[in-house]
C-alpha cells in the first residue's frame, strides 16, 4: 500500500512539480543531522538561510542588521491561534513590511518584500518529501511540503489510488497534522501551518484542495489548468509567456516519459500545473486568497478554478480590449457557485495590477453582503475605503469624482436615478470600469441606458447567476459572455447540489377543476352576501388559492412530505406563498398542526394590521434568519415562511426543501428555485415541491433561455430512477458471477484492494441515490439489495480492517436502514473485528465457512496486526510482513495450506519476537534498536553480511544505547528539551563512531531513527 502511494502517486507529483519549476531536496538532506544542516532543530519549519538569501536578492539595499529583524519577524511571529498566526504572516507576505532605514533621504519607513510577486523567476521554489517536523507530542511527517523563499506554503498529502475513501484520509491526515481536529490534544505540528496556504490530497485519480480553515465538505477539484489545457500538461507545463512565466526550469528527473505519452491527464496532474505552476500559485496567493469573518470566526477561502479562469479572463479582456464594447461582457457562474466572492477577488487583482490600479471600480449590487465583503476586504488588505452611495445625490457626488476609488450603489438607486432625471454625462472618463452584480438587470433595458448615459466611456462587467436570455444574448452590445460556469458543472463538481422538481395536486372533495366549483366548497359556510364580497374584493381564483380551506390541505401534506423525506436527515424547509396574508395563514394551520416551529419573514407596511404586523419586526426577523441557517440540533426552526424577501441571495445550505405556493416567472422563478442548490454534509439534492402548478411557468422560462444554458436546472423524481437503476447495476456487475446469500462469498470478491475501491465508490453513489428517492415506492425494489450490500460493505470492513468502507456521508434514512437490518441478522456493526491477539480469535474464524475465507481473515488480521506494531520494532515486523506477504504469493489458490500456514504464523508471531531477542541475549526495548542498527550497518555494507565482531559491538552498541536513553528520559519532558537531544545524538554518534563498523554515513540516519524509536519506548 505504501509502495503504490509511492510509486503512483508521490513520486509522479515530484517529477510533475520539477517540470514546472520546483527545485527538488529529500526530506533527509533537510534534517538538522543533514550536513551543513539548514535547521537547527526538527521543530524549526522555516529554511532561514533560503529565507535570508531570497530577502537579500529582492531587497538588495536593506541592510544587514535590517534584514535579521525582518527575518525574525516571520520566523518568530507572536500571536494567539492558528488562524491569527496565519493571517498575519500572509498579510506579510502580500502587502509587505515596513523598516526604517536610510536610503539616502533620512530615515524613514521602507518596503520590503518577502516574496517578489512582480519578477517570479527572483523567487527559489523548492519542493521536498517527507519532511519531518516535530510537534508537541509527536512528530509528524508529511509526503511534500512546497517551500517559496524558504516558508512552507504548501503541503500535499498523498494517498494510494487502491486505499478505500483515500481522498477523505487524505484530508484528515492533513488536518491530524495542522492540529486541526482535536486541538486540545496537539496531535500536530501547528507551526508549519502558520504558513500554509495550500493544502492538498491527492491519490492520482482524485485531487483536492483546501485552506486551514476548510472542513472536508468544503475541498474542492481543479478540473481546469488556466491557462493551460490538457495538451499543455501532457507536451509542456509552462505558459507562453507574460507575467507570470517562469523561465528557469529544472531538468526532468523522474518519469519524463509519463508527460509525453497521449494518456489521459489525471486530476492529481492538472490539479499541479493549474496551482502549482509557480506563476499560477504566486497569482492564487496574492489576489485569489481571501479572509473572512463567518459567525464571529475568521475563514480563510482560496478562488476555485472557475473562479481563477474568469477573473483572468476579464482581466485579460480589459487589457486587451481597444474600445468599451471590446472590454466589456458577462460571467455567468450559477448561483451557489460563489459569484460574490469572485466580483471582490476581482477588485484585488484589479487594484493590483499597474494597468488597471488607476481606474474608478463601481459597483452595481442588489445585496448589501457584496458591500460589506468589498469594504471589510479592501480595509483589512489595502486601507482603502469603499464609498457606499446612500443617496441618488450621494450616487452622482461619488460617480462625478475623477479619483481611482471604489463605489458601491445599489440597483434600487440607479433605478430611483433613472427614475428622478439629470443623470447623464456625470463623467465622461475611460478610467472607469462598472462591475454589475444580477447582470440579467444591470446590462440591459432602462437601468443600461442610465449607467451608460451617466458614464458614457465605462466598460461594464456583468456578472449573474443566471443564464442572460435568449433576446438578451442576442444583443452583443456588451460584449458577450467571457466566462461560463453552467448548472451542470456546478453539480458535477459538488459546487451545488441537483434540485429535484416534484409537482403535488392539493386535495379537496370537489370533482373537476373548476374555480367557481372549488370557490364554493372551500367557502361553503359563508353566506350568499359574504362570498359576493369575497369575489368582488379578490377574485374567485385568489380566494380558492388562500382559502384556509385549501392551505390546510397544503400543510398536512407538506408536513408529511417534510417528516419523511427532509426531516430524518436534519434539514429545513422554506415555503413560498402569494401573499403576506397567506403567510400568516401557512403559519397559523402549521401551528395548530403541531408542525415543528416556523418563522413569518415578509415585509412590513404603515397602518398594517396586528395579524400582518406582528411578523414584521425586523430585529425579530433577522435572530429567526440567523437560526433557521443553524442545524436542527441547535435551533428547532424548521420551516421559514416567506413572499418575496429570500429569494435572492439567501444562502443557508441546511434548506433542502422549498415548497412552492405562488406564481414566479424567468429569473426571478430560476433564482428563487436555487434557494436550494447550496451543499450541505448529507445533503444529496434539493427539492422544490409544487403547489402552485409551476411546471408551465418553468418551461416557460426555461424557453426564453437557450437549451444548452439552462441544460440541469432541476430534474423530476422520474429522472432520479434511471440514474438508481445505473448506480444499482455497478455494483451488482462487482459481484458478477456470486451466487447464493452467503455473505463470506461476497467479501472474498472484495479481497482485491482495486476491486474493493470500486464497490466503495459504486456502493456509496447507490446509497446517496437511494437517499434521494426513499421513502418513495420506486425505491422500494432495490431495498433488498441496499440491506445486503450494507451488509456487506460492514463484513469487507471488519474482514479487511478497513475504515474507509462506509457511507458516513449517505443520509440518515439510508444509514438508519442498512442498520437497522445488520442488527436484525444479530451482527452488531459498531463492534470492531476480533483482534489477532484476542483469546477467541480462532474460534471466530471457524465460524467462517469457505478456507478462502478464513484463510483472508486471518491474512487481514496478520497485516493490521503488524501495521499497528510496527513502530515497535520496525524492522522486526517489516520481515514478517515479507514473510506473510511470500506465504500469500507460493500458495494462492492452495487454501487449505495456505491456511495452515497463516495459522502457524498467528501461534508463533509473539512468542518469536520474544525467542528471537532471547536467542542474541537481549531484552525486547533493547532487541527493537539492535534490529535498526543491523538493518543500517548491512545496508551501509553492500555485501548483506556481518562478521562476529561487527555483529557483537552492534549488539553491545544497542545495550549501552537503549541503558543511556533510560537514564536520560528520567528528566521531566526529556523530548522537549532540545539541549538535552542535542546530547543524546552526540552519544550515539560516539557510540557509532567507537565501533569496527564507524561509517559517518550512518550516524545521521540512526540518529534520527534511533530518537523516532526511543519516543516510542521511553516518551
Wanted: charged share 25%; proline share 4%; net charge neutral.
Amino acid at each position: 500500500m505504501f509502495q503504490d502511494e509511492l510509486d503512483k502517486v508521490e513520486t509522479p507529483a515530484i517529477a510533475q512539480l520539477q517540470r514546472l519549476g520546483w527545485r527538488y531536496v529529500r526530506g533527509v538532506e533537510l534534517s538538522p543531522e543533514a550536513a551543513g544542516a539548514e535547521r537547527a532543530y526538527y521543530r524549526d519549519v522555516v529554511l532561514v538561510g533560503r529565507l535570508e538569501g531570497a530577502i537579500r536578492r529582492i531587497n538588495p539595499w536593506l541592510s544587514e542588521e535590517n534584514l535579521r529583524k525582518v527575518a525574525r519577524e516571520i520566523t518568530h511571529p507572536n500571536h494567539v491561534g492558528l488562524m491569527e498566526y496565519n493571517h498575519a504572516i500572509y498579510q506579510m507576505l502580500v502587502n509587505y513590511l515596513s523598516i526604517e532605514q536610510d536610503l539616502g533621504k533620512g530615515r524613514k519607513g521602507q518596503t520590503v518584500k518577502i516574496i517578489d510577486f512582480e519578477n517570479p523567476g527572483n523567487n527559489e521554489f523548492l519542493c521536498v518529501n517527507q519532511f519531518k517536523v516535530e510537534g508537541l507530542n509527536q512528530n509528524i511527517i508529511p509526503d511534500i511540503v512546497c517551500f517559496v523563499n524558504g516558508l512552507p506554503l504548501a503541503v500535499i498529502e498523498c494517498k494510494s489510488p487502491y486505499v478505500a475513501d483515500a481522498i477523505s484520509e487524505g484530508i484528515k491526515q492533513l488536518r491530524r497534522y495542522a492540529n486541526l481536529r482535536y486541538p486540545e490534544t496537539d496531535e500536530g505540528a501547528q507551526k508549519l501551518f502558520w504558513y500554509n496556504q495550500l493544502m492538498i490530497t491527492t491519490c492520482r485519480d482524485q485531487a483536492k484542495v483546501g485552506t486551514i480553515s476548510s472542513s472536508a465538505q468544503h475541498y474542492g477539484e481543479w478540473k481546469d489548468a488556466y491557462p493551460f489545457t490538457d495538451g499543455d500538461i501532457r507536451a509542456h507545463p509552462f505558459s507562453p509567456g507574460g507575467k507570470y512565466e517562469v523561465r528557469e526550469m529544472a531538468p526532468p528527473l523522474w518519469y519524463a516519459g509519463e508527460f509525453e505519452q497521449a494518456s489521459p491527464v489525471t486530476p492529481q496532474q492538472r490539479l499541479l500545473a493549474g496551482m502549482l505552476d509557480p506563476g499560477n500559485f504566486l497569482d492564487l496567493l496574492q489576489n485569489f486568497t481571501i479572509f473572512e469573518a463567518v459567525e464571529g470566526r475568521l475563514v480563510k477561502k482560496v478562488a476555485r478554478y472557475q473562479q481563477y479562469r474568469a477573473m483572468n479572463k476579464v482581466i485579460k479582456r480589459l487589457k486587451s480590449g481597444t474600445d468599451r464594447k471590446e472590454k466589456s461582457g458577462v460571467v455567468w457562474h450559477t448561483q451557489g457557485s460563489g459569484k460574490s466572492l469572485t466580483m471582490v477577488m476581482l477588485a484585488v487583482k484589479m487594484r493590483r495590477d499597474p494597468a488597471l490600479q488607476q481606474y474608478k471600480l463601481v459597483f452595481v449590487t442588489d445585496r448589501t453582503q457584496l458591500d460589506t465583503q468589498l469594504s471589510n476586504t479592501f480595509r483589512g488588505a489595502q486601507n482603502e475605503t469603499v464609498y457606499n452611495a446612500g443617496s441618488v445625490a450621494e450616487l452622482k457626488t461619488l460617480l462625478s469624482r475623477d479619483s481611482s476609488d471604489i463605489v458601491t450603489a445599489t440597483v434600487q438607486k440607479f433605478q430611483d436615478a433613472e427614475a428622478a432625471g439629470g443623470f447623464k454625462d456625470l463623467n465622461p472618463s475611460g478610467k472607469i470600469i462598472v462591475l454589475a452584480d444580477e447582470a440579467h438587470r444591470t446590462q440591459f433595458g432602462g437601468l443600461a441606458m442610465t449607467i451608460n448615459a451617466a458614464l458614457p466611456k465605462a466598460p461594464k462587467i456583468g456578472f449573474t447567476g443566471t443564464p442572460l436570455l435568449k433576446t438578451q444574448k442576442m444583443d452583443q452590445a456588451f460584449g458577450g459572455y467571457i466566462d461560463q460556469y453552467k448548472i451542470n458543472e456546478a453539480v458535477e463538481d459538488g459546487a451545488t447540489v441537483r434540485i429535484i422538481y416534484e409537482g403535488r395536486q392539493v386535495q379537496s372533495d370537489v370533482v373537476g377543476d373548476s374555480l367557481d366549483a372549488l370557490f364554493e366548497a372551500y367557502f361553503q359556510g359563508c353566506s350568499d352576501e359574504e362570498k359576493r364580497a369575497i369575489k368582488q374584493k379578490y377574485g374567485v381564483e385568489w380566494a380558492v388559492r388562500e382559502a384556509p380551506a385549501r392551505i390546510r390541505w397544503v400543510c398536512i401534506d407538506l408536513l408529511k412530505h417534510y417528516r419523511e423525506h427532509i426531516q430524518p436527515n436534519g434539514f429545513k424547509a422554506m415555503i413560498v406563498v402569494g401573499s403576506r396574508h397567506a403567510a400568516t395563514v401557512f403559519k397559523q394551520t402549521l401551528d395548530e398542526l403541531d408542525a415543528p416551529p416556523s418563522e413569518v419573514i415578509i415585509s412590513g407596511k404603515h397602518n398594517d394590521p396586528a395579524t400582518l404586523a406582528q411578523y414584521t419586526d425586523r430585529v425579530h426577523q433577522k435572530q429567526a434568519i440567523q437560526n433557521f441557517t443553524k442545524p436542527l440540533g441547535e435551533d428547532p426552526t424548521a420551516f421559514l415562511i416567506v413572499k418575496d424577501m429570500l429569494l435572492t441571495g439567501f444562502d443557508a445550505p441546511i434548506a433542502q426543501v422549498m415548497y412552492m405556493d405562488r406564481s414566479l416567472k424567468d429569473h426571478a422563478l430560476m433564482q428563487a428555485i436555487a434557494r436550494v442548490n447550496r451543499t450541505c454534509k448529507g445533503k444529496q439534492a434539493g427539492f422544490i415541491v409544487d403547489y402552485h402548478g409551476l411546471s408551465d411557468d418553468l418551461t416557460e422560462a426555461l424557453n426564453q433561455f437557450s437549451s444548452e444554458d439552462v441544460q440541469g436546472t432541476y430534474h423530476t423524481l422520474k429522472d432520479e430512477i434511471p440514474k438508481l437503476k445505473a448506480a444499482h447495476t455497478r455494483v451488482a456487475a462487482i459481484f458478477a458471477g456470486v451466487k447464493g446469500a452467503d455473505v463470506d462469498d461476497y467479501v472474498l470478491r472484495l479481497k482485491d484492494e482495486d476491486t474493493r475501491q470500486q464497490f466503495e465508490r459504486g456502493f456509496k453513489r447507490f446509497a446517496k441515490q437511494m437517499d434521494v428517492i426513499l421513502p418513495d415506492v420506486a425505491a422500494k425494489p432495490y431495498v433488498p439489495d441496499l440491506k445486503f450490500w450494507g451488509k456487506v460493505q460492514n463484513a469487507a470492513r471488519n474482514r479487511y480492517r478497513d475504515p474507509g468502507l462506509n457511507i458516513l456521508d449517505a443520509g440518515e434514512k439510508v444509514r438508519k436502514l442498512v442498520e437497522e437490518h445488520i442488527i436484525s441478522t444479530g451482527v452488531d456493526p459498531k463492534i470492531p473485528p476480533v483482534d489477532l491477539m484476542a483469546a477467541n480469535f480462532r474460534e471466530s474464524v471457524e465460524q467462517i465457512k469457505s478456507p478462502e475465507s478464513r484463510a483472508s481473515e486471518i491474512e487481514s488480521a496478520i497485516k493490521h496486526h503488524l501495521i499497528v506494531n510496527l513502530e515497535e520494532d520496525p524492522e522486526f515486523y517489516k520481515s514478517l510482513s515479507l514473510r506473510l506477504r511470500e506465504i500469500i504469493e507460493k500458495t494462492n489458490g492452495k487454501w487449505e495450506q495456505q491456511l495452515e500456514l497463516l495459522l502457524q504464523m498467528v501461534d508463533n508471531i509473539e512468542t518469536e519476537h520474544k525467542q528471537a531477542a532471547d536467542e542474541v541475549g537481549l531484552t525486547k526495548t533493547e532487541f527493537a534498536f539492535y534490529n535498526i542498527l543491523m538493518a543500517e550497518v548491512t545496508r551501509h555494507g553492500g555485501d548483506g553480511l556481518v562478521g562476529d565482531e561487527v555483529h557483537e559491538d552492534i549488539k553491545a552498541t544497542s545495550q549501552f544505547l537503549v541503558k543511556t536513553f533510560d537514564e536520560a528520559t528520567q528528566i521531566v519532558d526529556f523530548f522537549h528539551k532540545p539541549d538535552e537531544v542535542k546530547r543524546m545524538k552526540k552519544e550515539i554518534k560516539r557510540a557509532i563512531l567507537d565501533c569496527s563498523y564507524a561509517d559517518k554515513a550512518l550516524v545521521t540516519v540512526v540518529q534520527e531513527r534511533f530518537m523516532d524509536l526511543a519516543k516510542r519506548k521511553f516518551g
